[in-house]
């Protein structure tokens, strides 16, 4: 009620509603992550009522930047561990990374007091850095949306595989499936025909004995004697070669079955090996193979790359295509009056350097003008009183030389006198 008859008062005092008379029902800014995420200078963004809905907009865009990469890299690692902690860490940190350098890229752009052309040439890096982001973001996100059909192409090309690895298999164990199988067989050969040879001796006595031999004489006879006897001694003495033979027959096929089971084994060790370890790029293979050989595949699998490489994008392009408003002249005067103040300052501090090293210079020089007076005229004094000793015979070069150098020495070094100042 009090804002109320405070509104009224307003309208019954002025004749119309003024700014004023809404401040209490003012909502707090509910925009400020937004413009967090757009890489605005908040405190001055909050002065220009007008420019609040563009970097919200900006700030919207670059989170959805951070979403999709944040779902491909959590799709693209779970399908390498298989892991929920892994997946949601890497997924979180991948995004950040994203988010930060798109970020980064926009909030360096400026809009203000640079031409259109210099900005092109300042967005084609920014963009070909964000298509690059764009086409690593999309891939797993395109594997997601056909996982159906990928799955059914990877069980196509998981048999392939097999079959591949089966007929290198059988190549690797074909010479010595061959030479033992041939082996085998002229075993095998042999003993056939000791057991047909021995099969006919049989018969030989066997048809003499009851009359439909040789003799067509039924009963023991001399010829069936002799011809049973023949396969008796025929019988003894293949006997032991039959046994060699049924042993080697079975040594042959213990490699054949040793080596049919080593080809299973191998078999189904890589099936095994195949079907656990179809990751990611076996997807991606999948993917690619569906794309080429499938148009409508490629042409969806194209579009909707193109889409998630726009929404990477979005973020440089709009800032790009975003007209000059208050908040970039502001932000732009800003940035030169610091910029002009900090030169300003360094420029000071310069010339305040300049100007004491040039009065320490001239007090240098006045001091080395003086030292040099003083020392002209002590050493004029000196040399007039050796001149006077050595007209009175008294000068001794020995006892005075010696001591006028170190006295010269001592003013030089303490007054940090060179000969070279004086010229």
């Not at 019954?12 to 757009?38: A, M, Q």
């Not at 195949?274 to 194209?302: C, Q, T, W, Y």
């Amino acid at each position: 009620m009090a804002e109320t008859n405070n509104g009224s008062d307003s309208y019954r005092n002025n004749g119309l509603y003024t700014y004023d008379s809404f401040g209490e029902n003012k909502k707090p800014n509910d925009n400020r992550f937004l413009w967090w995420c757009s890489g605005a200078h908040q405190k001055l963004l909050k002065e220009f009522p007008s420019e609040h809905s563009k970097y919200s907009g900006l700030g919207g865009v670059l989170l959805a930047t951070f979403i999709l990469a944040s779902l491909s890299a959590g799709y693209a690692i779970y399908t390498v561990f298989g892991s929920l902690f892994w997946t949601f860490a890497f997924a979180i940190i991948w995004g950040l990374i994203i988010f930060n350098f798109d970020r980064f890229l926009v909030s360096t752009m400026r809009k203000y007091g640079i031409s259109r052309r210099k900005q092109i040439w300042m967005a084609v890096p920014r963009i070909a850095l964000a298509l690059l982001i764009g086409v690593v973001i999309a891939r797993p996100l395109e594997m997601k949306i056909f996982e159906k059909e990928i799955n059914v192409k990877m069980t196509e090309n998981l048999h392939k595989k097999i079959q591949l690895n089966d007929s290198l298999l059988a190549m690797e164990y074909k010479s010595q499936l061959q030479s033992t199988e041939e082996e085998r067989q002229r075993l095998l050969g042999r003993k056939l025909a000791i057991e047909d040879t021995l099969h006919n001796l049989q018969t030989a006595y066997v048809q003499e004995a009851d009359g439909t031999g040789g003799s067509r004489q039924r009963g023991i006879e001399n010829i069936t004697l002799l011809k049973q006897d023949a396969y008796n001694q025929a019988k003894i003495q293949f006997a032991p070669e039959l046994i060699l033979l049924d042993k080697s027959i079975r040594s042959q096929d213990s490699i054949l079955l040793n080596a049919k089971t080593g080809m299973q084994e191998k078999r189904k060790q890589y099936e095994v090996a195949a079907i656990s370890n179809m990751g990611f790029l076996e997807r991606n293979k999948a993917l690619s193979d569906l794309s080429s050989e499938e148009g409508s595949v490629f042409f969806a699998s194209l579009l909707i790359s193109l889409l998630i490489i726009l929404i990477e994008i979005g973020p440089v392009l709009s800032k790009l295509i975003m007209p000059i408003g208050p908040y970039d002249i502001a932000l732009a005067k800003e940035e030169l009056l610091q910029m002009a103040n900090y030169e300003g300052e360094i420029r000071k501090d310069k010339e305040d350097r300049f100007e004491k090293r040039k009065v320490f210079h001239e007090k240098q020089k006045e001091m080395s003008e003086q030292l040099a007076e003083k020392l002209t005229r002590l050493q004029q004094k000196n040399i007039d009183t050796e001149l006077d000793k050595w007209e009175r015979g008294e000068w001794k070069p020995e006892d005075h030389r010696a001591s006028m150098d170190e006295v010269m020495r001592k003013i030089k070094y303490q007054y940090q006198f060179k000969e070279e100042d004086l010229l």
